[in-house]
């Protein structure tokens, strides 16, 4: 079963300020992931994997608008 990556980030009870310090990005960077307006480089990604302990084919990137 695929989560948006908000998903995963409110089932760990991180705020996106909390998830972006982690994964070393901005907050306005991991918005604009949640929201599917850009998607992450192959090093942000793994970072994610390793942060959400999720693998990037359970993470769905593109959410319902």
């Given at each position: 079963?695929?989560?948006t990556l908000k998903a995963i980030?409110?089932?760990k009870g991180w705020t996106q300020e909390e998830a972006s310090k982690?994964?070393?990005v901005s907050v306005d960077t991991l918005r604009n992931y949640e929201?599917?307006?850009s998607y992450p480089d192959i090093p942000t990604l793994k970072k994610?994997?390793?942060v959400y302990e999720t693998p990037y084919n359970n993470i769905n990137f593109f959410?319902?608008?």
């Open positions: 079963m695929q989560l980030r409110v089932n982690e994964i070393g929201n599917g307006k994610i994997e390793e959410p319902e608008k």
